[in-house]
């Protein structure tokens, strides 16, 4: 049975053709998940099946009485409105009616007139039913039904957010990015409640564990054109890279004749008198079909400068508690990473993942403890919330600060072709950050992340929003990365792919380490609860100023730091000489060793040369680490 219907959907913003007479049906019970790169209007055309953007041309035909529920990429704001409340709205004139009885049942100078009149409308509309499933919906979820809106963090909205869309026993459901700002316990329960729903279901997710899961079939919106492929999404994949393959062989074909048929048009005037003008006709045509084809989007090109290697201890936390508030993060928790380290953390909403990120790299002072950072880092970090962008400035000045040329990897780049390798045309560098999609938001990111070199990648829910194209890359990148990585993530196959080892916040001030990714994890049992708390803030942890909590975890003032003897002392002045020889002696060794002709001496020159070049760098290490620890 069609529920909703679009035939010859025909939508243009600007120059740009969002839908190019598209046809789609959505039957009753189809699964579909919707991909497509970032800013080819997946979104929009949710909007225009539920009805809230009409087309310029073609149909859009809905059958009666359908209730169609859509969760929106952007959160819900900060507004006083209760919990309740907004999940309530969902119901619309039910949502508003129940809203209103309680106030007016908590309040003792109502009329009780007025308050008999209201419930006898709930009643007319079996307001008590829907008023047990509103109450339902925030139970399994865990929200607090009498918090406002204003008094949760990112990940929570996004809970309220998705029980308004549920609460209406949707007959077709539309989901964009459900799983973004969702911990790993809140994506299972989707998982499992998804699997549940009789409605159907059209899914938008850069989450390809959670796309897998929850649909059967799968629909591409490629420059206007939309195909529907019946099956799963491995299957799909299969089909995209035979249909790429055929269209840039039939695309190669086209244009070499295109190529020929010009060469003929300009040849001599022998040719021009017996040339058939219906090959010429036919060449204009040509020349119309090459303008009017939309060449696929390109990909977009990220590439990190490596920095010089760090220490080999790039952070080091011993017997570190914190806690802000009546919030305990870590108990006596003690964690060594090293250069090279490739490290996950995860955990449930409010468990202190980005607060660690903090601890780790100096953000934040340990409440007992001590934390040891290494040398030579240099630092590149992407928070969750995009701090990092002015939202009043466009890409130009928040990434190349405005100037005309940036510096990468030390030759100087012209900025517009910079930002044209993370896929935005020179028509938008001068666009407000504000204006901008998530997506383009997260690769503008990207582009301030790797404009400067880095030794040290600290990456909270780097994946949210990005197309799972980019997503890819991404992968490439940071597996290719030859220095140390940290990230916070919610998306299961990305940690799979990137990390080596994970860190397991539990929400009870308890870490854990565990070898291997997520799904190593997974398959030896291990799974995340979600923490139990009825007043959910933003975990980061809360600004230092005089009005922040004070921590969980009594401050222990620190002892009385150890004096250094005569004899440190003096190894403390004589350590930076002798690191700076030892550095000029490594260079002077690995530039032996670059040399072509190297290896084409003797070999006990090679070998006695290899050797003392693994000495001097082992001679080296120990000397910054002795400067450190002595510093300290």
Not at 28 to 42: D, F, M, P, V, Y
Not at 441 to 459: C, D, E, G, T, V
Request: proline letters at 3%; aromatic letters at 6%; a negative charge.
């Amino acid at each position: 049975m069609q529920l909703v219907r679009l035939e010859k959907a025909l939508l243009r913003y600007g120059d740009q053709v969002l839908l190019d007479h598209v046809d789609l049906s959505i039957e009753a019970g189809s699964r579909i998940g919707l991909l497509g790169r970032n800013g080819e209007g997946k979104s929009t055309l949710l909007k225009v099946i539920a009805g809230s953007v009409a087309l310029d041309d073609g149909q859009r035909w809905q059958r009666p009485s359908t209730r169609i529920a859509r969760l929106e990429q952007v959160l819900p704001d900060r507004e006083q409105m209760t919990v309740f409340d907004f999940v309530a709205s969902g119901l619309e004139k039910t949502g508003e009616l129940l809203s209103r009885f309680l106030k007016l049942s908590t309040d003792p100078n109502t009329d009780l007139k007025v308050l008999a009149r209201v419930q006898e409308e709930l009643e007319q509309l079996d307001g008590w039913r829907l008023r047990s499933t509103v109450e339902s919906v925030l139970s399994q979820l865990d929200l607090p039904a009498d918090n406002s809106l204003s008094e949760l963090s990112g990940g929570w909205r996004r809970r309220a957010a998705l029980a308004r869309a549920l609460v209406g026993d949707p007959d077709v459901l539309l989901l964009d990015e459900p799983t973004n700002h969702l911990d790993i316990p809140a994506i299972d329960w989707l998982q499992r409640e998804l699997a549940e729903l009789k409605c159907a279901l059209i899914l938008i997710s850069h989450d390809r564990r959670f796309l897998r899961e929850s649909v059967d079939s799968i629909a591409e919106l490629d420059r206007g054109h939309l195909t529907v492929w019946q099956g799963d999404y491995a299957g799909f994949l299969r089909y995209r890279d035979e249909a790429e393959t055929a269209e840039a062989s039939s695309n190669a074909l086209f244009d070499k004749k295109l190529a020929q048929e010009e060469r003929w048009i300009r040849q001599g005037i022998q040719a021009r008198r017996t040339r058939n003008e219906g090959r010429v006709r036919a060449l204009k045509a040509m020349r119309e079909a090459r303008r009017a084809r939309r060449d696929k989007q390109g990909r977009a090109r990220f590439h990190l400068d490596a920095a010089e290697r760090s220490g080999k201890r790039v952070a080091e936390l011993i017997d570190v508690s914190y806690g802000y508030g009546d919030k305990l993060i870590l108990k006596d928790c003690s964690l060594l990473i090293e250069r090279g380290d490739r490290i996950g953390i995860v955990g449930p909403n409010g468990a202190g993942k980005s607060t660690l990120l903090q601890l780790v790299t100096g953000g934040l002072s340990a409440s007992q403890g001590t934390i040891k950072l290494g040398t030579s880092l240099e630092v590149a970090y992407i928070d969750q919330l995009r701090s990092q962008l002015d939202p009043d400035k466009n890409l130009i000045d928040n990434i190349c600060e405005g100037r005309e040329y940036i510096s990468i990897n030390g030759k100087q780049k012209h900025s517009i072709s910079y930002l044209g390798e993370f896929l935005f045309a020179p028509a938008r560098v001068r666009t407000p950050i504000r204006t901008l999609s998530g997506g383009e938001q997260n690769r503008a990111i990207l582009a301030k992340l790797f404009s400067k070199p880095a030794n040290l990648l600290i990456l909270d829910e780097p994946t949210n929003d990005l197309d799972i194209e980019s997503l890819e890359l991404l992968e490439e990148l940071l597996v290719s990365f030859t220095g140390t990585i940290i990230v916070v993530s919610h998306d299961r196959e990305f940690l799979d792919n990137v990390v080596t080892s994970l860190l397991i916040l539990t929400g009870d001030g308890l870490l854990d380490e565990q070898a291997g990714g997520y799904s190593d994890w997974e398959a030896r049992g291990g799974r995340l609860v979600a923490i139990d708390h009825h007043a959910p803030r933003d975990e980061i942890a809360a600004p230092k100023n005089d009005d922040s909590p004070a921590p969980a975890v009594p401050v222990v003032p620190n002892q009385r730091p150890k004096k250094l003897s005569y004899i440190d002392k003096l190894e403390l002045e004589r350590l930076p000489n002798e690191i700076e020889a030892l550095e000029q002696e490594l260079a002077r060794y690995q530039s032996l060793v670059e040399d072509p002709a190297f290896y084409e001496q003797q070999r006990e020159v090679v070998n006695e040369a290899l050797t003392k070049l693994a000495t001097v760098e082992k001679d080296l290490e120990a000397k910054l680490e002795r400067w450190m620890e002595l510093e300290d």
